[in-house]
């Protein structure tokens, strides 16, 4: 399949090249305007000789007239005629790749009519195909003219929603192969926008923005005669203020039939202005503040003003507002009729239109509730192209205030507390009363209970809801106090329409503070809802009682002390708790490390005596410590065959929990005890560690060693009687990766690696262990570490573990190495450029061999009788 490919690809460059010479210009004639630029472009393809080839221009304007113009080869070729216009560049021929060239006229003249011929010189080594094209330039003279001609138009200032129109005159002398455009465009500041165009071919067309109003018949384009075009604009919106230009063209067909533009003028037809209906619309309640009594009628009118108010429907809503503002927001609907009069009709309020601007609220019934702040809010719609409405104006009135009198109830609010606490969960009652009621038949009383939390005189004080009773008798409470009302804990009951009582069976430390009960008044509308109509609230009443802040002592007692390894550790922590009700304990035992300062977590236990290990993870020694409660007050560790690795300091951190009444628990204090030491008298040798490298700058793919050293002073141990955990890490700025390592008994553990670099670890002789990277990588820089941890054999054969040593780190740096990196780039590079020139001579070859075929036969033939002659 390669094999077929390579051929087919070969046989087709000696078919074109075999096909000839071909030089092409455009189809004619080109008609273009006078004083406009000129341009026809000529190239040649399938020639042989050099890319780059010459072209010559010639140009005819009747029998025996040749002119010569220009020529790339030869700038000896002009004519003399010519050569001003060439030698000041108005006659050029510019070059725009090596087989194609343009013949440039600047503003040509009604002289340079005619034939041009664009020639190409031969470099063939056989003639075939063509080497000269022409085609024939007419220069038309510039007839087309464009003016906004002089009449009474509806332009200049108008109303949103009214009629304008503009006029454009257009003409041109006939030329065959011409047509005009004709396309309306506005323009806002720098940019314009195409509203209507009247296309070469007849046809309309609308810009993006006018597509649906054109459509709808918004926008439409005339012709009235004598070449004059009209605009129409039937319901001018805010958007069409701009000015108006006309914009005329000419156009031909060029040789793929496509319309072709050769000449554009444009005039300004005049500047448009829309006023708003928004900027004069006004809307105002005619009457000033009223006052009336219970069950009469209140009557209000909404006058709307605004220019060209015989186009614009008006949709009319009511509001009452409890404040002066008009804010919807906070108001509420009475009433509302749409821009077709149709009223979402009520019993009592209705709405009716007197005039096209004029519409009438009448609210028959009034009651004390209906008193409030009244306003009416209009909005004004215009009929848009089509059947569709768009909002011009929305307006809301200045609110008129309405005074409905009556008498309303009056009454006190009197707030005791028939049971206090003393403690902390007591339970407190309290009680609120309503006194000295008139003026209530027919009212409703509810109650809201609030807690104000103690503040300093100059700190704003702030109150939260605890639970109320709203119109409907619906329980609700506050934020703070939804889970104690819905388990029960708090309770609010009536006892007779007068009294109402709060209970709080368990009270909190936090609950202590002032509160106060607010009872509300309520009275039916006549829509049988019912409508606050006062609130009295009582004092404040401070619910409080003395206790003292809980305490915590926790003192560390050791019960059996440590001097060498193998012996058993034992520590008591007695807990003393103040001003704690039924408390229970949690102890956490730590030891902190005498070198590093450390603190490290041993072990806890839950105040539900629940063990439970915390960082004390030595597989080999997970039991090796215990943890009891030996009474309600004291617990007592215990480890058994301490290491030299458990020296440090010692001591219990104790929590203190006390219960609610639903068994929550909950932190009350904590204490830390006193520090009990674990020393060793006799801790063997000490031990140092050094890392060494002899290079630790390498190249990428190099091997670099690094040795951990470990040396041994002090008491002389044998060689079987020392071992060592030797591991490995690297770190860089953000993270520390692990690397390598061995434990004491030479069990080597490595972890799986992301790049191509490997590393290696073998202990090369007593207390040297030495780190190898394997084809290093730009990933393996970094900072290595070895950590180690001796161990020793005592006396009794059983090991003792050291504390962990950790030396200074060494900084490997990997180095970029340029040399190698190009290696490969620079044998591919040279590889393909090989390829490439051979394929280009294998398919000169074969281009020579076949390409000259036709030639080379004659001749054969002719041999052929030569030789028969001489036979005969």
Not at 325 to 348: E, F, K, P, Y
């Amino acid at each position: 399949m390669e094999r077929f490919f390579d051929s087919f690809f070969v046989l087709s460059t000696i078919f074109a090249v075999c096909l000839g010479r071909i030089v092409k210009v455009p189809a004619g004639p080109l008609i273009r305007v006078e004083g406009r630029d000129v341009v026809i472009p000529c190239n040649v393809s399938h020639f042989d000789g050099p890319p780059e080839q010459d072209f010559d221009w010639e140009l005819t304007q009747g029998p025996g007239s040749k002119v010569q113009v220009v020529s790339t080869l030869d700038s000896s070729f002009t004519d003399k005629s010519y050569e001003d216009r060439v030698n000041s560049g108005e006659i050029a021929v510019e070059r725009t790749s090596g087989s194609s060239v343009a013949l440039r006229i600047k503003h040509v003249r009604l002289t340079d009519s005619g034939k041009y011929k664009c020639l190409t010189p031969s470099t063939d080594a056989s003639i075939s195909g063509n080497y000269d094209a022409e085609v024939e330039l007419r220069v038309i003279s510039d007839s087309l003219k464009v003016a906004a001609p002089k009449y009474r138009s509806k332009t200049g200032s108008i109303t949103e929603g009214s009629l304008f129109d503009l006029r454009c005159a257009a003409s041109q002398d006939f030329v065959e192969g011409t047509h005009l455009s004709v396309t309306w465009e506005v323009r806002r500041g720098a940019a314009s926008e195409k509203i209507l165009s009247l296309n070469p071919d007849g046809g309309v067309t609308a810009g993006s923005g006018y597509s649906q109003r054109y459509q709808a018949g918004g926008v439409r384009l005339e012709l009235l005669g004598n070449g004059v075009y009209r605009l129409v604009v039937s319901h001018a919106l805010p958007t069409d203020e701009g000015t108006y230009v006309c914009v005329v063209g000419q156009w031909v067909k060029d040789e793929s039939d496509a319309w072709k533009s050769i000449l554009e003028k444009s005039t300004d037809v005049g500047e448009v202005k829309v006023m708003p209906i928004a900027a004069s619309f006004m809307v105002s309640v005619r009457e000033s503040n009223v006052t009336l009594n219970a069950d009469s009628t209140l009557e209000l009118t909404c006058s709307v003003a605004t220019a060209n108010s015989d186009a614009v429907r008006m949709e009319v809503a009511w509001y009452v507002s409890p404040t002066p503002s008009a804010d919807q927001g906070n108001s509420r609907l009475l009433v509302h009729m749409d821009r077709d009069s149709v009223v979402n009709r009520s019993v009592a309020v209705t709405v009716s239109r007197v005039s096209a601007d004029t519409t009438r609220l009448v609210f028959r019934d009034v009651g004390k509730t209906d008193t409030g702040y009244y306003f009416c809010k209009v909005v004004g719609w215009m009929p848009q192209s089509g059947e569709t409405w768009y909002k011009v104006a929305e307006k809301t009135s200045t609110s008129v205030c309405v005074t409905v009198t009556s008498l309303e109830p009056t009454y006190g609010v009197l707030l005791s507390a028939p049971t206090a606490p003393h403690f902390s969960d007591d339970p407190t009652e309290l009680e609120c009363k309503v006194t000295d009621v008139q003026n209530a038949n027919g009212t409703q009383m509810t109650v809201s209970w609030h807690y104000r939390k103690p503040s300093p005189a100059d700190v704003p004080v702030s109150d939260d809801l605890i639970v109320s009773v709203d119109q409907n008798w619906d329980l609700q409470a506050g934020e703070k106090y939804k889970e104690r009302v819905g388990k029960g804990h708090i309770v609010l009951t009536k006892l007779d329409p007068a009294v109402f009582k709060l209970q709080i069976l368990h009270t909190r430390d936090t609950d202590r503070g002032e509160y106060f009960c607010t009872v509300s008044a309520w009275a039916q509308a006549k829509d049988h809802s019912w409508v606050k109509t006062k609130d009295v609230s009582s004092r404040n009443l401070p619910i409080s009682w003395e206790q003292e802040d809980p305490s915590l002592t926790v003192v560390a007692t050791p019960l059996k002390a440590v001097f060498s390894g193998g012996d058993t550790f034992e520590m008591a922590c007695k807990v003393t708790g103040k001003n704690l009700k039924n408390p229970k304990y949690s102890v956490l035992i730590s030891v902190e490390e005498p070198s590093s300062r450390k603190i490290r977590k041993i072990m806890s236990m839950s105040q539900d005596s629940v063990t439970r290990l915390e960082e004390w993870n030595k597989k080999d020694r997970l039991d090796s410590v215990i943890l009891e409660k030996s009474s309600a007050d004291t617990f007592r560790f215990r480890m058994y065959g301490t290491q030299i690795s458990d020296a440090g300091y010692y001591y219990c951190e104790v929590t203190a929990w006390t219960s609610d009444a639903v068994n929550t628990w909950s932190e009350a204090t904590r204490g830390i005890s006193n520090k009990v030491k674990i020393d060793f008298e006799n801790t063997g040798p000490a031990f140092s560690v050094s890392l060494r490298s002899a290079r630790l700058t390498v190249y990428p793919g190099e091997t670099v060693k690094i040795e951990c050293i470990i040396s041994v002073r002090g008491a002389a141990a044998g060689a079987d009687d020392i071992s060592y955990d030797v591991k490995w890490s690297v770190s860089t700025e953000d993270k520390s990766v692990f690397l390598v390592s061995m434990d004491r008994w030479g069990v080597m553990k490595l972890a799986p690696r992301n790049g191509s670099s490997d590393c290696s670890l073998e202990r090369i002789k007593l207390g040297t262990y030495r780190l190898s990277i394997h084809n290093t990588e730009d990933i393996d820089h970094g900072n290595y570490h070895c950590s180690v941890t001796p161990w020793l054999r005592t006396s009794d054969g059983s090991w003792q573990q050291s504390l962990e040593i950790q030396p200074e780190p060494v900084l490997l740096k990997v180095d970029f190495a340029m040399l190698e990196s190009l290696k490969y780039p620079l044998l591919f590079g040279a590889a393909a450029a090989l390829c490439v020139g051979l394929l280009a001579m294998l398919i000169g070859y074969i281009g020579a061999r076949f390409c000259c075929k036709n030639t080379l036969q004659g001749d054969v033939r002719g041999n052929r009788r030569l030789v028969s002659m001489e036979m005969d």
